[in-house]
T-cell receptor
Framework: RKEVEQDPGPFNVPEGATVAFNCTYS??????FFWYRQDCRKEPKLLMS???SGNEDGRFTAQLNRASQYISLLIRDSKLSDSATYLC????????????FGTGTRLTVIP | ETGVTQSPTHLIKTRGQQVTLRCSSQ?????VSWYQQALGQGPQFIFQ???????GRGNFPPRFSGLQFPNYSSELNVNALELDDSALYLC???????????FGDGTRLSIL
């Protein structure tokens, strides 16, 4: 079973729509959780960390459910510039400080 | 920008050849991690170097090897290249092992 699983999409949504991405992780020793954004042919960039209490950054809201090993990202009022691939990422509590990435969910926001 | 630089940006090799990819970490960062990202996939961890020592390795064969230098820059070496090695190779550096990782632009390697 993959360490991190997410729906690859693609998600095609109109401007202004609300879209949600989900992800599950398999290792209960996972310690830290993130959403990264990757534009076409570019490197991944940290979008936001995900905390147990849930956290918000402008139009973006991240949620974590440790019991279900489930992470989500909600984007409100989608902009054209939100078009990218969104990667769900976890880090374990032990071992090397390496990140485990999902396959990414591709989002296209349509005018 | 993040300050992590990788070279070259693109590279074409043939099966059986060897390749060396380079990464300069962000100033002051002593930890470098390498990832392989195949088309349509998320990055996969290859290995990590901390203060010139390998500090963890993913599920990659021994023909993937690396180095970290005293200035914390790093190299990824791949021997006996195979078609499936075609991918974007990403380097990420962090201030310490448990600090956030900052990615470079990557090296796109194509094997013919």
């Amino acid at each position: 079973r993959k360490e991190v699983e997410q729906d690859p999409g693609p998600f095609n949504v109109p401007e202004g729509a609300t879209v949600a991405f989900n992800c599950t992780y398999s290792n209960s020793a996972s310690q830290s959780f993130f959403w990264y954004r990757q534009d076409c042919r570019k490197e991944p960039k940290l979008l936001m960390s995900v905390y147990s209490s849930g956290n918000e950054d402008g139009r973006f809201t991240a949620q974590l459910n440790r019991a279900s090993q489930y992470i989500s990202l909600l984007i409100r009022d989608s902009k054209l510039s939100d078009s990218a691939t969104y990667l769900c990422v976890v880090k374990r509590r032990t071992g090397a400080n390496n990140l485990f990435f999902g396959t990414g969910t591709r989002l296209t926001v349509i005018p | 920008e993040t300050g992590v630089t990788q070279s070259p940006t693109h590279l074409i090799k043939t099966r059986g050849q060897q390749v060396t990819l380079r990464c300069s970490s962000q100033s002051g960062h002593n930890t470098v991690s390498w990832y392989q990202q195949a088309l349509g996939q998320g990055p996969q961890f290859i290995f990590q170097y901390y203060r010139e020592e390998e500090n963890g390795r993913g599920n990659f064969p021994p023909r993937f090897s690396g180095l970290q230098f005293p200035n914390y820059s790093s190299e990824l070496n791949v021997n006996a290249l195979e078609l499936d090695d075609s991918a974007l190779y990403l380097c990420a550096s962090s201030l310490e092992q448990d600090q956030p990782q900052h990615f470079g632009d990557g090296t796109r390697l194509s094997i013919l």
